[in-house]
């Protein structure tokens, strides 16, 4: 239920769809003469845009997000790598069977470097298919085709296919490893994402060293860093990861708002 509602939700509230929402709101205030109405609606949705497109709202909004987690010095022995799901085009790739990678690819690529650095870790691939509409594959099941492409050996792969969003990635996960005490086992996610993934695994029980990718920011943006179609994405992300945040920690899969570093296990 809270996979569905949380797709329900956020359809309505990302800044375009929110901003097409509130002119059509407007229009049909038109319709009815209701100026004010029509009025207020307009301005919101330009506003809403502008906002999104032509300033730094998305970079000041998403910076703290992925300066929680600074990426620490690499362990002398990592055991596993866990990558988590959303940097391969789920449909694509279940029609074309391929693994084309989206902007968040760096997790992948990632998981593949640091298998060759650490040849004897175990890799484990989190994500299922997650469109409610469309069929798509999930990247633990087309994940294993691009990591052997790059020379790691099936062997070495543990797949978690079922889960649909970050509290069943760290659920999953913690049940199909079974980690053992004391053993070393990186986190690989976007690093805007990190503070509730590692939140979640940490409360699943499962301790992770946090190792995040995919930065979105320099953190020296300007109004001029970004053409607008990035401005957009950027500010969409950043509101749907502190919705998430907001969304886990009023339903208690998460303690605190915020996660950091010093907050469990995985600092």
Do not use: C
């Not at 569905?4 to 319709?31: D, E, H, R, T």
């Not at 690093?191 to 979105?216: N, S």
Request: net charge neutral; aromatic share 10%; charged share 20%.
């Amino acid at each position: 239920m809270f996979f569905y509602l949380s797709k329900f939700l956020w359809f309505f509230v990302q800044p375009l769809n929110f901003a097409i929402f509130l002119l059509l709101a407007g229009l049909v205030a038109a319709m009815f003469g209701r100026r004010r109405l029509a009025t207020a609606g307009s301005v919101l949705a330009v506003l809403v845009l502008a906002l999104s497109t032509w300033t730094e709202l998305g970079a000041t909004m998403i910076s703290p997000l992925e300066d929680r987690f600074p990426r620490p010095p690499l362990p002398e022995r990592v055991d596993g790598i866990i990558v988590l799901g959303g940097g391969l085009e789920s449909a694509i790739n279940a029609v074309r069977g391929g693994y084309e990678i989206n902007g968040a690819g760096d997790r992948i690529v990632e998981a593949a470097v640091l298998a060759r650095r650490f040849p004897t870790a175990k890799i484990a691939i989190s994500g299922g298919t997650v469109e409610m509409v469309i069929k798509g594959e999930g990247d633990a099941d087309s994940g294993p085709r691009l990591l052997t492409a790059l020379g790691v050996t099936a062997d070495r792969l543990i797949l978690e296919n079922k889960s649909r969003n970050t509290y069943e990635n760290a659920v999953f996960t913690r049940q199909l490893v079974a980690p053992k005490p004391g053993e070393t086992w990186l986190l690989v996610t976007s690093a805007f994402h990190m503070p509730r993934a590692t939140a979640l695994f940490d409360k699943a029980g499962f301790p992770t060293v946090p190792w995040p990718v995919d930065y979105m920011t320099s953190g020296t943006e300007s109004i001029r860093s970004f053409p607008p179609y990035n401005g957009l994405e950027v500010t969409t992300t950043a509101v749907r990861e502190w919705i998430g945040l907001m969304a886990y920690w009023l339903s208690g899969r998460i303690d605190r708002l915020f996660p950091g570093p010093a907050d469990g296990p995985g600092g």
